[in-house]
Every structure is written in structure tokens, then in C-alpha cells.
């Protein structure tokens, strides 16, 4: 529904002077006149309206925003709606974007990495299901861990978070192995490996492995822009 209701949105941005169908001549011509040029980006109901202008610029399209879903029975959420710069960056979608200047050069970049809030989510699900039920066998354990830590990967493979894989590895190490200790009160470091990590470190049996988020690769999304198929900038 919010992919309907929101098509107003798409269409006034396609629309409007400096949108995406404004050929980059154009685009160039307004920032020199101090005008503002604007691109959409959206999920579902979350949308990102990015602004190349002044933060008057963005307070404007706000107050035109509100008054395009008006008649669609829609309205900004005031605790969700801000105005930030992308070197303050922003939480989307769980990624925060931000610019950073790149370590050892003057160039800045702007980068996408996992939210706080998101590494905070999914270590509490680690935690959540590391205490409860030690009765159950290991690869019981696993089989609960493996696809949260699988699926929460390949949503933030496209992204610098080779550091927050690296953190998760740690975190469902830690958990697993107190799981474990919890789980026999009096077991040794030899036998909880012999018994739980094949001999080595990590937890696996013959039939199922922790996942290790730090062998993880992350890729990066190449970027598209206006190649990326869409009606709305030939919509006229």
C-alpha cells in the first residue's frame, strides 16, 4: 500500500526542475544559479530525498513533500523526519551513510556501513539465544545461530563492514563457548574442544559448523544512477 500511496511521490520529484529527468547541462546550469538539484531514493514507506543546495533549500522541499502526501491521507512522522548533512550522516534502511575523508589522503568518500542500532540488534539475538536451553545439543544451537548470522551478513555484504564482521565473530565465539561452559559446569579446555570444536577452536560437529561472519567477503554495489531502469524520468 505504501508503495501505491507513494507513487505521488515519485511522479512530483520526477517532475519538479532539478529532479532526475533534468539533463546534467541542466543540473550544472542550476547549481551556478544557486538553485537546488534533487534525486529520490525509496523503500517502501522510508524515503531518502537528497538535496544539492542549502539546508533553506532542504527546509522547502520538506513543507512541498508534507503537502504532496497530504491528499494521499499521508504525513511526515516529525520523531522520523530530519534534515542532516551527509558529513553528519544518516541511518537507512539499517546502513549509516556518511562521508569520511579516506585515512592518508585529503579525499573524502561517502561510505556505507551497519548501523549501530542494527549491530546492537543482532548481538542481542546472539545473546538471547546463547542462554536459553543448554539442555539442547550443540548443533541444535547452531542450526538457531547459522541463519540469523548468514542472512544478517549477506543484507551488509555490500558495504565497509569487514570490521563488524570481524566484531560478530568474536561476539558468537564468546557466546557459544559460554554456552558451552554453562552446559558442563566442569569441562576442561581439552575436552570442550575435543567434544565441541573438532579438536581446534571453534565450535562445529560432524554434521554442522558455526558460521564465521569474518570469512565473510564484502563486495561493493557498483553505481548505477540514472541506468537503473524507471517510467518516472521520462514521464513528461
Known amino acids: 500500500m505504501a508503495n501505491i500511496a507513494l507513487t505521488v511521490l ?19 546550469t542550476r547549481l551556478r544559479r544557486g538553485d537546488p538539484n534533487i534525486r529520490l531514493v525509496r523503500y ?5 530525498v537528497l538535496v544539492a543546495g542549502t539546508r533553506e533549500h532542504c527546509e522547502v ?25 551527509i558529513n553528519e550522516g544518516l541511518d537507512f534502511l539499517g546502513w549509516r551513510i556518511q562521508r569520511h575523508r579516506k585515512r592518508g589522503t585529503d579525499r573524502h568518500y ?17 545473546k538471547t539465544a546463547c542462554r536459553t536451553d543448554v539442555n539442547q545439543p550443540l548443533p541444535a544451537l547452531l542450526r538457531q545461530l547459522n541463519p540469523m548470522l548468514r542472512g544478517w551478513c549477506a543484507y551488509f555484504r555490500p ?18 563457548i559460554r554456552w558451552i561452559r554453562r552446559k558442563h559446569r566442569r569441562i576442561t579446555w581439552k575436552d570442550l574442544r575435543r567434544r565441541y ?20 567477503r564484502t563486495t561493493r554495489y557498483r553505481y548505477r544512477g540514472a541506468v537503473i531502469p524507471s517510467p518516472w524520468p521520462t514521464m513528461g
Open 10 to 28: 515519485d511522479e512530483y520529484v520526477a517532475n519538479r526542475p532539478g529532479g532526475p529527468s533534468t539533463s546534467p547541462d541542466r543540473r550544472r
Open 44 to 48: 517502501a514507506d522510508d524515503f531518502l
Open 61 to 85: 522541499l520538506r513543507e512541498e513533500v508534507a503537502a504532496v502526501l497530504a491528499p494521499m491521507g499521508m504525513r511526515l512522522s516529525m520523531e522520523k523526519t530530519r534534515i542532516t548533512h
Open 110 to 126: 561517502v561510505y556505507t556501513y551497519p548501523a549501530k542500532k542494527s549491530v546492537r540488534t543482532v548481538a542481542r539475538k546472539i
Open 159 to 176: 558495504g565497509v563492514s569487514s570490521a563488524t564482521f570481524q566484531f560478530l565473530r568474536q561476539l558468537v565465539w564468546e557466546q557459544a
Open 197 to 216: 570444536c573438532n579438536g581446534g577452536w571453534w565450535p562445529a560437529t560432524e554434521e554442522i559448523t558455526l558460521f564465521n561472519p569474518a570469512k565473510v
